[in-house]
RNA sequence: GCGGAAUUGGUGAAGGGGUUAACACGGUGGAUUGUGGUUCCAUUAUGCAUCGGUUCGAAUCCGAUAUUCCGCCCCA
């Protein structure tokens, strides 16, 4: 039989209604910060991601869907929403109109990775990215909307762990620091770590293999090698996380994979048991030098993403995965071809008018309309026959209480309006 | 990319070489051709991830492949 390529999964029945509800809880909060909904390709050239995100990552240099189009370019679907978003923002000229520009979006991203619970080879993101701020105003800002989202989606328990990375002087500094540092270590340290010493040595620190080492308590510590300006940036971003109540606390050891990132860098996780490596639910930070470096102006940004697939989890573990399709109002249903004909315009109107309808098509048995009925958990139900037809009164019967009104057709909307209410003042 | 475990119907699963693959839930039809949700009855895998091998005989043993899950790496 054909399957799904690994580390796929395809989105139906409850796992559908929870994207669209995220989706939408997301939204509705999102505009409160007054930030407009972007769309980009899911694939860009190859070059975007090499230069956007990194070549020395991980994600760019070995976890791309890499490929070449019938004309011979290089293309790669997106490993992550921030590179899109940005060359949009350069190639649309953004940058011009009044600064900040926020955006977010929701859509699928790619790794060639090895799947795991809570890991994907496509997942979605949640994602948002803010343009032409300096100001920590905006790197608070950001992880507060990370953080109102889970508490608004009802997760207690989440945690934020900010860092600062510093500006391209201090992180460079520190960089050279932690290699002079590690050099006369190597034989010592893992092979890990031996491969972490040439990309992204910053990652030693978090090392799970070399960390009881007695060189490592005395390695360089970031904090001291921020510049002056690197350091207010990074107190003021906490001074506005305190004013917000949002709850955090400082881990020197988050690193983040991407090359582009600079300041403040975080984490947002949920305690949850089981979770091991896979409770990060989503991650982000400050990236002053990127939309530069794919050939814009120099304008900062900052930005997050949240995981979807481990949002979810993350949901139905602590119960919070209760959502339900809106419930259908009326389920009509009629056998003969006069009564089939005089169903289907009469479910037309109702569906005009706003109501949820399903109806018979197979002209089955009133049992098994009944417990069709039952199974789609519908209000009401009309029952169309010769009678009905004939006088163009309906019958039409209330499926909780089972009480039976006869409607004059021309009154159906009026009575289905007010019964409906009634039934959702009664919730 | 490295290491480990698993894979039986729509779902949860029992069976660990002997012919009809248990049980439960769900689905469908009926008892009940104008009033259902209970109950009862019938039916629902010529097949045990796929391909190949061993055997008189394979869901069961062996090999490869695929997928899922776990740990590492990395990340959302």
């Known amino acids: 039989m054909l399957q799904k390529p690994k580390g796929t999964y395809d989105i139906y029945g409850k796992r559908a ?31 975007l991601f090499h230069r956007g995100v990194g070549e020395t990552t991980d994600i760019v240099s070995k976890e791309t869907y890499d490929f070449k189009d019938r004309g011979d370019r290089d293309m790669t679907l997106r490993p992550e929403g921030t590179a899109g978003i940005v060359r949009s923002f350069i190639e ?77 002087e201090s ?57 002056a300006e690197s350091k207010e940036h990074f107190m003021k971003v906490q001074e506005y996380l305190n004013i917000m109540n949002i709850e955090y606390e400082i881990n ?82 009629g056998a003969s071809t006069q009564e089939k004909k005089y169903l289907m315009s009469l479910a037309n109107e109702l569906r005009s008018n706003g109501f949820k309808v399903d109806i018979d098509y197979e002209s089955k048995s009133f049992k098994n309309n009944f417990k069709r009925a039952d199974k789609i958990n519908a209000s009401f139900v009309i029952i169309i026959g010769d009678e009905e037809v004939k006088t163009n009164v309906l019958t039409i019967k209330n499926n909780k209480t089972k009480e039976e009104y006869k409607v004059k057709h021309d009154e159906i909307i009026e009575f289905l309006s007010e019964k409906l209410g009634d039934l959702d003042e009664d919730k």
């Open 17 to 47: 209604l929870m994207m669209n509800y995220l989706r939408s809880v997301f939204s509705s909060l999102i505009d409160k910060y007054n930030v407009s909904y972007f769309e980009t390709p899911m694939f860009e050239a190859s070059e």
């Open 92 to 168: 649309n000229k953004l940058y011009a109109d009044s600064l900040p520009l926020k955006a977010w979006y929701m859509g699928p991203m790619f790794r060639y990775e090895r799947p795991q619970a809570g890991r994907y080879r496509e997942f979605y993101q949640i994602g948002f990215e803010c343009f032409g701020t300096y100001d920590s105003m905006m790197d608070a800002e950001v992880i507060s909307i990370v953080y109102n989202f889970l508490n608004l989606l009802g997760l207690k328990g989440v945690k934020v762990n900010i860092n600062t990375l510093g500006d391209k």
């Open 171 to 227: 992180r460079e500094n520190y960089h050279k620091a932690l290699t002079d540092y590690f050099k006369p270590y190597l034989n010592d340290l893992c092979d890990d770590c031996n491969r972490r010493f040439e990309k992204n040595p910053l990652r030693i620190l978090d090392c799970k293999v070399d960390a009881d080492k007695g060189f490592m308590k005395n390695a360089p510590k970031m904090t001291d090698y921020l510049n």
């Open 252 to 333: 020197p050891n988050i690193v983040r994979g991407l090359d582009y990132y600079t300041h403040t860098v975080f984490e947002v996780v949920a305690d949850i048991k089981d979770f091991g490596s896979q409770n990060v639910l989503a991650g982000g930070g400050r990236y002053n030098n990127l939309v530069e470096n794919i050939g814009g102006p120099s304008v900062p940004g900052v930005g997050f993403a949240i995981g979807v697939e481990r949002l979810l989890l993350a949901l139905e573990y602590e119960g919070l995965d209760k959502v339900q399709a809106n419930p259908v109002s009326v389920y009509i249903f």
